[in-house]
């Protein structure tokens, strides 16, 4: 019962949040809005007994990425007054197509995606979770998934070779 | 009922006003330590040795005008220094403060909460913190304090990094990221983790001077840099919140120090039989003796040393702290595994 | 792909850092310092041609108040020229006395010079520590002619009063508790990696520039080329006392910091000389009533804590005023070495670097 009203509340929060970044006209509270986005989700986590995920929801996307979108948002903020970002020949009915294109398409996967029950939802796997969290997420990081994780650890390496040698002045 | 609601209600309240009212007499510590290291005496007037003295200055930038420039986002404006507030206060709910105490027939843990990823919540936690410096210099709506922000804040992300990787090589060591725990593993390994990661615990400090802002790296708020630093628009008891801050920050990082490399609530050598004469006092006065101690070598070091330049500071940070880190980190690993 | 623009920033006349009102107008290429222009005159008094207004004896007063920090050098400086021009003998006795103040002055001088310097880096101890030296320097001065800053404390021919009792065995104490707080300092700061980081390598003028320019004092010597007016001129009592001019080898920062150091140990030297060797008689040389030099020109210059300071008087042999009376200042002549000094480093050195040269805007500005 009380995990219902925690979970409405906190999706309420989400979208709500969700809806505030686009519809905002200032673009830092647009991100701003982000950051509390963020952070509704990884209350969300903690719901689920994700709390390792939740942490590092916080850690990385709100406390490392969406600073440095913060920090690009200011620093392009100085250059051009905020009247400059609103641009008259927008086509608003063309977003709600493909919006609603994209939205068919997620519910089309959710229902017939074949996900099926969660395999064992037994308190005892619950409760493991919740005290092994971290030791789970990294036996399973490095065994069934370890391809994955060295390829995505590539990718942030190329990431960050490539904006270094784009920000350089002289090499 | 009452254990899972009342006893936390009250625990929380306790270490809030505890935290609270340190970090007011933090104000009186700090300008007490640096004046007699420079041959004077610091505030004496307000009550006997000065005692009253952060008590009058909360009265007085209670009574401030407080002056919002006129352009500046009003919101952001007046969460920045919240923002800056809350994570060091928060950070609290994970630190062990001493072994069970029996009050009322109950065994009562001396923490708020025991999450099994403590060191983690409180990296990230500090993370946040970052916003309300980066939104302190943009609310006020000039070019100067923004650029100073933004610095002041590239410099603690740099920093977070160097920490961070530090505290992964402490957590391959005591095995476990829940803050109880490692104090328990300093105590079955009769040790204190200084003196199994020293070269962690030097990482550390200088990345949480860096972290606070703290001399030598407070460049970001030093008064002969050109820029005022993020902070200069703001004024009263909204100034004073970003310096009740940086100090609640100071005492952040000593407790974290502290339960991560003395033992938290352990006596010197815990397990060692004829020291046992030393178990009358209790373990939060020593947690208390140890923060204090690094708070004063947080002190020391402010009145000793010269700042570093900016680009010196984030060369150190990058170039030093992190490949030493790295270091450190393997030969946790490689230590770990073999024995 | 970025486009930088320069930025034209403006540091002072108000500012922590400046030393007094100083304006500087620095354009930042981000940080660097790519040009710089230097605005000086918010202290100007008119000193030079009031002194045409007041008779030889009453200038001395005036020359107090340009460089404060070390007014008795001013005063011997000023002194030494009318009794060159007018070609009078100083008594034995005075031109020790007066060698011992002005070493006491060097010491203050460079007390105040660390201080500031320490301060303007981060080392914000170092400041008090100096200041407690200097404080006893100014009890001194205080005993001797009744004033800390402005000292009115020589007389055209000598001295207006000989020392009082007791002072000269003051004087030595002092100069046993400064042998000791020097190396305090020295611990404090010499061997320090951020202070070597933030001095070393900082600021770097050659020797041929520096003498180009016209620098003078430790910024001169920092720079290698030896000359001190106490050793290719001597005045006073230098050339009856043995003492070493300190000499750097690269130019920067860090060497005007280790020869001004090293300044405050050879001070100490002549002052110990001085008093212990201090011999009897009159203070004062024969000196007519009124003070009318014959008509002339004369320039003579001294070594002040600053560097050379100059003095060019003009009489015209009638009125009991000056012609013309002409301070070759030192700060305004080591200032103009700045824009050189500071092109191509951060915002942050600009400070550093004004400490480094030691100017004090009363001299500049006059």
Same mark, same amino acid.
């Given at each position: 019962?009380?995990?219902?009203?925690?979970?409405?509340?906190?999706?309420?929060?989400?979208?709500?949040?969700?809806?505030?970044?686009?519809?905002?006209?200032?673009?830092?509270?647009?991100?701003?809005?982000?950051?509390?986005?963020?952070?509704?989700?990884?209350?969300?986590?903690?719901?689920?007994?994700?709390?390792?995920?939740?942490?590092?929801?916080?850690?990385?996307?709100?406390?490392?990425?969406?600073?440095?979108?913060?920090?690009?948002?200011?620093?392009?903020?100085?250059?051009?007054?905020?009247?400059?970002?609103?641009?008259?020949?927008?086509?608003?009915?063309?977003?709600?197509?493909?919006?609603?294109?994209?939205?068919?398409?997620?519910?089309?996967?959710?229902?017939?995606?074949?996900?099926?029950? +969660?395999?064992?939802?037994?308190?005892?796997?619950?409760?493991?979770? %919740?005290?092994?969290?971290?030791?789970?997420?990294? *036996?399973?990081?490095?065994?069934?998934?370890?391809?994955?994780?060295?390829?995505?650890? *590539?990718?942030?390496?190329?990431?960050?070779?490539?904006?270094?040698?784009?920000?350089?002045?002289?090499? | *009922?009452?254990?899972?609601?009342?006893?936390?209600?009250?625990?929380?309240?306790?270490?809030?006003?505890?935290?609270?009212?340190?970090?007011?007499?933090?104000?009186?510590?700090?300008?007490?330590?640096?004046?007699?290291?420079?041959?004077?005496?610091?505030?004496?007037?307000?009550?006997?040795?000065?005692?009253?003295?952060?008590?009058?200055?909360?009265?007085?930038?209670?009574?401030?005008?407080?002056?919002?420039?006129?352009?500046?986002?009003?919101?952001?404006?007046?969460?920045?220094?919240?923002?800056?507030?809350?994570?060091?206060?928060?950070?609290?709910?994970?630190?062990?403060?001493?072994?069970?105490?029996?009050?009322?027939?109950?065994?009562?843990?001396?923490?708020?909460?025991?999450?099994?990823?403590?060191?983690?919540?409180?990296?990230?936690?500090?993370?946040? @913190?970052?916003?309300?410096?980066?939104?302190? #210099?943009?609310?006020?709506?000039?070019?100067?304090?923004?650029?100073?922000?933004?610095?002041?804040?590239?410099?603690?992300?740099?920093?977070?990094?160097?920490?961070?990787?530090?505290?992964?090589?402490?957590?391959?060591?005591?095995?476990?990221?829940?803050?109880?725990?490692?104090?328990?593993?300093?105590?079955?390994?009769?040790?204190?983790?200084?003196?199994?990661?020293?070269?962690?615990?030097?990482?550390?400090?200088?990345?949480?001077?860096?972290?606070?802002?703290?001399?030598?790296?407070?460049?970001?708020?030093?008064?002969?840099?050109?820029?005022?630093?993020?902070?200069?628009?703001?004024?009263?008891?909204?100034?004073?919140?970003?310096?009740?801050?940086?100090?609640?920050?100071?005492?952040?990082?000593?407790?974290?120090?502290?339960?991560?490399?003395?033992?938290?609530?352990?006596?010197?050598?815990?397990?060692?039989?004829?020291?046992?004469?030393?178990?009358?006092?209790?373990?939060?006065?020593?947690?208390?003796?140890?923060?204090?101690?690094?708070?004063?070598?947080?002190?020391?070091?402010?009145?000793?040393?010269?700042?570093?330049?900016?680009?010196?500071?984030?060369?150190?940070?990058?170039?030093?702290?992190?490949?030493?880190?790295?270091?450190?980190?393997?030969?946790?690993?490689?230590?770990?595994?073999?024995? | 792909?970025?486009?930088?623009?320069?930025?034209?920033?403006?540091?002072?006349?108000?500012?922590?850092?400046?030393? @007094?009102?100083?304006?500087?107008?620095?354009?930042?290429?981000?940080?660097?310092?790519?040009?710089?222009?230097?605005?000086?005159?918010?202290?100007?008094?008119?000193?030079?041609?009031?002194?045409?207004?007041?008779?030889?004896?009453?200038?001395?007063?005036?020359?107090?108040?340009?460089?404060?920090?070390?007014?008795?050098?001013?005063?011997?400086?000023?002194?030494?020229?009318?009794?060159?021009?007018?070609?009078?003998?100083?008594?034995?006795? %005075?031109?020790?006395?007066?060698?011992?103040?002005?070493?006491?002055?060097?010491?203050?001088?460079?007390?105040?010079?660390?201080?500031?310097?320490?301060?303007?880096?981060?080392?914000?101890?170092?400041?008090?520590?100096?200041?407690?030296?200097?404080?006893?320097?100014?009890?001194?001065?205080?005993?001797?002619?009744?004033?800390?800053?402005?000292?009115?404390?020589?007389?055209? @021919?000598?001295?207006?009063?000989?020392?009082?009792?007791?002072?000269?065995?003051?004087?030595?104490?002092?100069?046993?508790? *400064?042998?000791?707080?020097?190396?305090?300092?020295?611990?404090?700061?010499?061997?320090?990696?951020?202070?070597?980081?933030?001095?070393?390598?900082?600021?770097?003028?050659?020797?041929?520039?520096?003498?180009?320019?016209?620098?003078?004092?430790?910024?001169?010597?920092? !720079?290698?080329?030896?000359?001190?007016?106490?050793?290719?001129? +001597?005045?006073?009592?230098?050339?009856?006392?043995?003492?070493?001019?300190?000499?750097?080898?690269?130019?920067?920062?860090?060497?005007?910091?280790?020869?001004?150091?090293?300044?405050?140990?050879?001070?100490?030297?002549?002052?110990?000389?001085?008093?212990?060797?201090?011999?009897?008689?009159?203070?004062?040389?024969?000196?007519?009533?009124?003070?009318?030099?014959?008509?002339?020109?004369?320039?003579?210059?001294?070594? !002040?804590?600053?560097?050379?300071?100059?003095?060019?008087?003009?009489?015209?042999?009638?009125?009991?005023?000056?012609?013309?009376?002409?301070?070759?200042?030192?700060?305004?002549?080591?200032?103009?070495?700045?824009?050189?000094?500071?092109? @191509?480093?951060?915002?942050?050195?600009?400070?550093?670097?004004?400490?480094?040269?030691?100017?004090?805007? #009363?001299?500049?500005?006059?």
């Amino acid at each position: 019962m009380g995990e219902a009203i925690a979970f409405y509340s906190i999706a309420a929060l989400i979208l709500g949040f969700a809806v505030l970044v686009v519809s905002t006209r200032n673009t830092v509270h647009a991100v701003l809005f982000l950051v509390l986005n963020f952070l509704a989700v990884a209350a969300l986590y903690v719901l689920l007994t994700a709390q390792f995920l939740a942490v590092i929801q916080v850690l990385v996307y709100a406390g490392g990425i969406v600073v440095l979108y913060l920090f690009v948002v200011m620093l392009v903020n100085l250059k051009r007054p905020p009247e400059d970002h609103s641009a008259p020949q927008r086509h608003p009915w063309l977003g709600f197509a493909l919006s609603g294109v994209v939205l068919a398409q997620l519910a089309a996967i959710l229902m017939f995606g074949g996900f099926g029950a +969660p395999t064992d939802t037994s308190a005892a796997q619950t409760s493991d979770l %919740a005290l092994n969290n971290v030791e789970r997420i990294g *036996m399973l990081l490095y065994s069934d998934y370890l391809i994955p994780f060295e390829v995505a650890s *590539m990718l942030l390496l190329v990431a960050m070779v490539g904006a270094i040698i784009l920000a350089k002045r002289e090499l | *009922m009452i254990d899972t609601y009342l006893i936390p209600l009250v625990k929380i309240l306790f270490v809030l006003n505890a935290t609270l009212l340190g970090v007011t007499y933090m104000v009186l510590l700090a300008r007490k330590v640096i004046a007699w290291v420079q041959v004077r005496l610091g505030p004496m007037r307000v009550g006997p040795y000065g005692v009253l003295q952060p008590i009058a200055d909360a009265i007085k930038l209670i009574l401030k005008e407080d002056i919002t420039p006129t352009r500046a986002d009003k919101w952001v404006f007046t969460a920045a220094p919240i923002i800056v507030m809350v994570p060091a206060l928060i950070t609290f709910a994970v630190i062990p403060f001493g072994p069970s105490v029996h009050l009322f027939g109950r065994e009562i843990p001396l923490y708020i909460t025991d999450i099994n990823v403590g060191l983690l919540y409180i990296v990230s936690v500090a993370s946040i @913190g970052v916003y309300g410096i980066i939104l302190g #210099g943009w609310a006020s709506n000039s070019k100067f304090p923004l650029l100073a922000s933004l610095r002041a804040s590239a410099q603690l992300i740099s920093y977070e990094v160097a920490v961070t990787m530090t505290l992964v090589s402490l957590i391959i060591t005591a095995g476990s990221l829940s803050m109880v725990r490692i104090v328990e593993a300093q105590y079955s390994a009769n040790l204190w983790y200084i003196f199994v990661q020293p070269v962690a615990f030097v990482l550390f400090f200088i990345g949480g001077l860096a972290e606070t802002n703290r001399a030598p790296f407070d460049m970001a708020e030093a008064e002969q840099e050109l820029t005022g630093g993020f902070h200069t628009e703001y004024s009263g008891m909204r100034f004073a919140l970003f310096f009740l801050a940086e100090y609640a920050n100071m005492i952040v990082v000593s407790a974290v120090a502290t339960t991560l490399f003395l033992g938290g609530w352990l006596a010197p050598f815990p397990n060692v039989e004829w020291l046992n004469f030393l178990d009358f006092i209790p373990g939060w006065i020593w947690f208390l003796l140890k923060t204090f101690v690094f708070l004063y070598v947080f002190l020391w070091v402010r009145a000793t040393l010269p700042r570093y330049r900016y680009d010196q500071l984030m060369r150190l940070g990058w170039k030093v702290l992190i490949p030493v880190a790295i270091a450190n980190l393997l030969v946790t690993g490689i230590v770990k595994v073999l024995l | 792909m970025f486009d930088t623009e320069e930025l034209v920033i403006n540091m002072g006349p108000q500012h922590p850092s400046t030393h @007094g009102v100083l304006r500087v107008v620095l354009r930042l290429d981000g940080e660097k310092v790519v040009d710089s222009e230097i605005v000086i005159g918010y202290l100007h008094r008119g000193i030079e041609k009031l002194s045409e207004n007041r008779n030889w004896t009453q200038i001395i007063l005036l020359t107090d108040r340009m460089d404060y920090v070390a007014a008795a050098t001013s005063n011997v400086g000023y002194c030494e020229t009318v009794e060159k021009l007018m070609q009078l003998e100083v008594p034995r006795r %005075a031109r020790y006395i007066r060698t011992a103040i002005c070493e006491l002055q060097r010491i203050a001088s460079h007390c105040l010079w660390l201080g500031t310097h320490a301060m303007d880096i981060g080392a914000m101890t170092v400041f008090l520590y100096a200041f407690r030296e200097r404080e006893l320097i100014l009890d001194l001065f205080e005993e001797y002619c009744g004033a800390r800053l402005t000292y009115n404390s020589m007389r055209i @021919g000598g001295l207006p009063l000989d020392i009082p009792v007791g002072w000269d065995k003051k004087v030595l104490e002092f100069c046993n508790i *400064m042998s000791e707080k020097v190396d305090e300092y020295e611990e404090l700061l010499t061997q320090n990696r951020i202070w070597l980081e933030r001095t070393k390598g900082i600021g770097v003028i050659s020797g041929e520039d520096a003498v180009a320019i016209g620098l003078s004092g430790p910024p001169l010597r920092g !720079s290698g080329v030896s000359k001190d007016v106490r050793k290719d001129e +001597p005045y006073a009592a230098y050339d009856e006392l043995k003492f070493e001019v300190p000499i750097g080898t690269a130019g920067d920062t860090y060497d005007r910091y280790l020869v001004r150091l090293e300044e405050f140990r050879q001070s100490v030297k002549i002052i110990r000389q001085a008093i212990e060797g201090l011999p009897e008689g009159p203070i004062v040389g024969k000196v007519p009533r009124l003070i009318k030099p014959p008509a002339g020109e004369t320039y003579h210059a001294i070594e !002040s804590p600053k560097g050379e300071i100059g003095y060019f008087i003009v009489s015209d042999g009638k009125s009991t005023n000056p012609y013309r009376f002409r301070v070759r200042p030192p700060s305004f002549c080591n200032l103009q070495a700045l824009p050189q000094l500071i092109k @191509g480093h951060l915002v942050a050195d600009v400070v550093a670097l004004i400490g480094s040269i030691d100017v004090v805007l #009363g001299e500049v500005d006059r």
